[in-house]
């Protein structure tokens, strides 16, 4: 990790960094809410990468699933992730493309799935993926998922994922809906929130 860190050009944690990575790695639940650009991406994917390296979690295969709002955040997401967790096979699922090739990559046993919450629901209802060892999930930039209508798909996610898991949201804001989400589904979390705070729409 420390070799493609350097090879990234990162040199010193940014403070969302700082302030989360720490409690993630202990196996924390975990609320960041910073505006975009301040490294929250890396934030969420140092500790995911290094506790799928610990190895695997305790061997028993467990995954990390990363949600994003967008197709265009999930593929940045799902690049760092193999350029930062090389070794880890990571698969991308978003909509605009066919589903044979992420049918294939979901089958293939991936360390890391980067998801949009509606693509990744075609593949619940069509039963090419299971999130049953999914260990870690993510939710990247969740204010903007209930901002573009996505609660349904992200409550049709949560409905199949293990209790027994680890989980870190990250944010530009903490509106009330999203205070509601993180008080029904994380457990304990540490709350870390980093600079001025974006009013919710």
Request: zero cysteines; charged letters at 20%.
């Amino acid at each position: 990790m420390e070799a493609a860190l350097t090879a990234a050009g990162y040199q010193a944690p940014t403070p969302i960094q700082a302030g989360t990575i720490r409690a993630a790695l202990a196996g924390r639940d975990v609320i960041g809410t910073a505006q975009t650009g301040t490294g929250k991406t890396a934030a969420f994917l140092i500790p995911v990468i290094e506790r799928l390296r610990a190895p695997r979690l305790a061997g028993d295969h467990g995954i990390a699933l990363v949600l994003a709002p967008t197709r265009e955040l999930a593929e940045q997401t799902h690049q760092w992730a193999r350029r930062l967790g090389s070794g880890l096979r990571a698969s991308l699922v978003v909509g605009g493309v066919a589903y044979g090739p992420q049918r294939a990559t979901l089958q293939s046993r991936p360390a890391i799935i980067v998801a949009t919450p509606g693509r990744l629901v075609d593949h619940i209802e069509r039963g090419t993926v299971s999130l049953r060892d999914v260990r870690i999930l993510v939710l990247d930039e969740a204010d903007r998922m209930l901002d573009m209508g996505f609660k349904p798909q992200l409550d049709r996610v949560l409905r199949v994922l293990p209790t027994a898991r680890q989980t870190l949201l990250f944010s530009a804001t903490l509106a009330s809906d999203l205070g509601a989400l993180a008080r029904m589904h994380l457990r304990d979390p540490i709350h870390v929130a980093v600079g001025p705070q974006a009013v919710p729409p």
